[in-house]
């Protein structure tokens, strides 16, 4: 947010401050009344985009510590919620925060309770700006701003009071190591050291500092104004130390001020922390001009993202026409040279897509043609296995389904045959697309002894078997060594020399799917 709308408010009077670019610069100041209401509302309008601080240094600020039990999540937020309630009913801008846990015992909580106990003060100028619909941001406190203001080496002090002249008074915030335990905002009738002695006696009596303990005071100042203070007349029990306000500027950043309001201001709209007491309802338009940012952000983002694509896209579009255009020189120069080489060569006898053809067909053919080796191979291996298996007879061709067998007379070259009686062979004959079913008829023999018929059939149906693992091949016995049938007579005298002969040959028929 580089434009902030700030509201510093006191029992006195309410100011205004805008923050534009880092720089703060001062505004109208109204009192609380019904006429300087009403001004201030008249001053809002047209003030419906810049977001709102507002910075409340009150009198009625109350500040508790407690020691609660440790519970985590929802269920120590809802506890800490009640105890609230039951400490100021009456106002809704109440606040815990929780700054630890104790080292010794049950490691309770320790949390520090804190409250404007005087909504009626806040109310007029907060229905203004709702009526307005001016988007608050955050309410915040001087003495939970404090904190921030600190030096590096005041963070370590035990116990340190931090002293601060504002318009409403002169507020003293007690610090324990860098958080705050306590603040109260005196009139500015008597002196900074004389209230820093009476903060000391009430901490004291409350427990909070040890009655013989040295105080250490920090008090925020003008350079005009530094100068030796009396604190030692007053109390020597009081450690006095001066910061200037430039230092303390400049450190964050912000512009040279000789005022402690200026500063918390400065700081409020630097740092933009969270706001120290809930707004509720009453910040509703703050959410819908965040929402309203962000929705404008992300139509930002996706426009450039938009943008970015269109011109990569674009980008793209002429590099890619430019290396089309190469590539169609390029294709024009090889072109041009291809008819050049061609123009001296002899023609060609037949198309360069016909001849590819061709070459693709053969290498099918070579592939897949009806070549015997491998179902010889097979038969080979079968019988390496089986020796007591002879071959005789061999007879292997290949056939398609649904065409005719090769005749004999035209299977061989150099038979007279008439041109117009030979029909086409099927392409499926020599593995067009695929290759063909091959087919072999053989006849063998089994090498047993004499009148041996059991292992005639057990020689001849291990070899069958043998055939039959290979995959793809059917095997089936179409003539056996003997007839074993019921219905024949049996011929021929046991255990004589010519007994063999024949019957020790079978048939088999083998289909193999390549």
Known sequence: MTRKLLIHMTGERLCCWLWERGQLGPGPCF????????????????RQDTPALMLADLVEEDFQRHLLPHVAGRAGLTMRERRLAQAWRDTPFRCAHVQGREQEGRRDDIVLFSALTNPAVLTPWLDALESQQVPLAALYSPALLSAAVLPDHARREPHLLLVTEHASGIRQTYFQRGLVQFSRLAQATASAEQEAERTRKFLAGAHMLPRDATLQV???????????????????????????????????????????????????????????????????????????????????????????????NIAGAVLARGHSQELQRATQGYAAAYRRSMSSMPPAVDKTANMKAAVQIA????????????????????LERSPQIRLVQLDWRANAPGVAPVSASSA???????????????????????????????????????????????????FAQELARTPGMAVEIEQLPFDVRPSVKLVGKAGAPSGLGERARFTLNIRWTP
């Not at 015997?372 to 079968?382: C, D, I, K, R, T």
């Not at 029909?423 to 593995?431: R, T």
């Not at 063998?444 to 041996?452: G, R, T, W």
Request: charged share 15%; hydrophobic share 45%.
């Open 363 to 382: 290498q099918m053919v070579a592939r897949q043609g009806p070549w015997p080796q491998a179902a010889l191979s097979v038969l080979s291996e079968a």
């Open 412 to 462: 061989f070259p150099g038979t007279a045959t008439s041109p117009a009686l030979v029909a086409p062979q099927s392409s499926l004959l020599i593995g067009i697309p695929k290759a063909p079913v091959q087919q072999l008829r053989l006849q063998a023999e089994v090498l047993v002894e004499q009148d041996d018929y059991r292992s005639f059939l057990l020689g001849m149906n291990q």
């Open 218 to 312: 920090l008090a925020l100042l003008p350079l005009a104004r530094i100068a030796s203070p009396p604190a030692a007349v007053i109390s020597p029990q009081l450690d006095w130390r001066v910061l200037p306000l430039e230092e303390v500027a400049a450190r964050h950043r912000l512009a040279a001020t000789a005022s402690a309001d200026e500063l918390f201001l400065g700081l409020a709209a630097r740092l933009a922390p969270p706001g120290h007491y809930p707004l509720g309802a009453r910040q509703r338009y703050y959410s819908l001009w965040r929402t309203r940012k962000s929705l404008y952000a992300s139509s930002a983002v996706l426009a450039a993202a938009c943008l970015l694509w269109v011109g990569s």
């Open 31 to 46: 009192d609380p009344t019904p006429d300087g209401v009403q001004r201030f509302t008249a001053w809002l309008e047209g």
